[in-house]
């Protein structure tokens, strides 16, 4: 099964806590455990064991990633140089000849897809990375885009915490002026926007503005942890009613309300249960997917259980079985939602 992972800070990882995704997750572990990764204070899960690797992705199944750009808040001129020395970083691996690649349109979506299953092992499988802004602090101003968009930027979302463009998690408020004039351009672009992060305010008015199509690339419900990172009841059917796809986060603080370390790791039907809680809602399952956040800020001492490295993904699939979901329904959720809203949004080749 092709299974999409719609979130994973695999740029950031690297610059910022020296971490190689082409190591398999066994040799990151060995080497941090003699020389622990730096930490630069925003996110301390670094000191948590690493669960990504390219070669856990191919053994996995994960064929595909979202790839994010994601710029802790800093001085803007820092946060633009960092946005571009991440964005270097995932063409630098691209051009490595190690099977990794950007995929931008849907004609590379489709050829990904056709050389994945012709893999004759496993470890011959490409990864496509489809590059994704986590909050838009890397872009001075709206005008920035148009150059990112060359470069395969295809996703965005305007917050982390909140930006100069939109409130973002913690920091409530609406979209700013600059805020709106972003949208404005992701319209002429064509672009998807990843409202995960964003503000309550600011998304009410994002999907009023922003006809294009909508994702949460990794977000819960609300209703089982009750904090303004994750989707209220009216924000989920409003995300679904555009037809777009929700990403489960699987850390464990944002599966189980007030989980703590000092608590057994929850299991898989925590996850379970924030999907079906979608389905139930839109009585579809072609709105759920997976957005596992692995090594953003946590590791495996964070997430569930039965989870050790991303080549785990699809032991959701196996508990969404063991809760009555259809092999279809299963299908859609490691993956082909993901896809078919990708094959709908990216552009044709010609068109890049
Ligand atoms: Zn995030």
């Known amino acids: 099964m092709f299974i999409v992972d719609a979130h994973e800070d695999i740029a950031y990882n690297a610059l910022h806590h020296n971490r ?74 691209a051009a490595e000849n190690i099977g990794v690649r950007l995929v931008t349109s849907r004609d590379e979506l489709a050829r990904l897809r056709h050389d994945w299953q012709a893999a004759s092992t496993p470890d011959a499988r490409p990864v ?14 709206p005008s920035a885009l148009e150059h990112w968009y060359g470069q395969g930027l295809r996703m965005l979302g305007t917050s982390w915490r909140g930006t100069r463009y939109a409130g973002g998690t913690r920091e409530p408020g609406p979209l700013t002026d600059l805020g709106r004039a972003l949208l404005a351009e992701m319209t002429r672009l064509n672009m998807i ?36 990172r994750h989707l209220s009841d009216d924000m989920i059917r409003a995300i679904t009613e555009r037809d777009g796809v929700i990403g489960t986060v699987l850390a464990n603080q944002f599966l189980v309300g007030g989980w703590e370390h000092s608590q057994p790791l929850p299991r898989l039907d925590a996850v379970v249960q924030h999907i079906d809680h979608i389905c139930q809602l839109t009585g579809t399952s072609r709105h759920c997917a997976i957005g596992s956040d692995f090594d953003g800020g946590f590791g495996v001492a964070s997430t569930p259980e ?8 699809s032991k959701i699939g196996d508990a969404l079985k063991h809760s009555g979901y259809t092999e279809a329904d299963i299908q859609g959720v490691l993956g082909g939602n993901w896809l078919r809203l990708l094959q709908e949004a990216l552009p044709d080749e010609q068109t890049q």
């Open 20 to 93: 190689d995704v082409r190591s398999s997750v066994a040799e990151t572990r060995t080497r941090e455990a003699t020389v622990p990764p730096p930490e630069d204070g925003v996110l301390s899960g670094a000191s948590e064991l690493a669960m990504v690797g390219l070669p856990e992705h191919r053994q996995g199944g994960v064929g595909l990633i979202f790839a994010t750009i994601f710029v802790p808040p800093g001085e803007p001129a820092a946060m633009t140089s960092d946005g571009f020395s991440q964005l270097q970083y995932y063409h630098n691996l």
């Open 128 to 141: 496509g990375m489809a590059l994704l802004m986590e909050g838009a602090d890397p872009l001075p101003n």
């Open 193 to 228: 926007l990843d409202i995960s992060h964003m503000a309550e305010e600011s998304f009410w008015e994002a999907l009023a503005q922003f006809n294009g199509p909508v994702i949460a690339s990794h977000s819960n419900c609300r209703i089982y942890v009750p904090t303004d």
């Open 306 to 313: 039965e989870l050790d490295s991303v080549a785990d993904l």
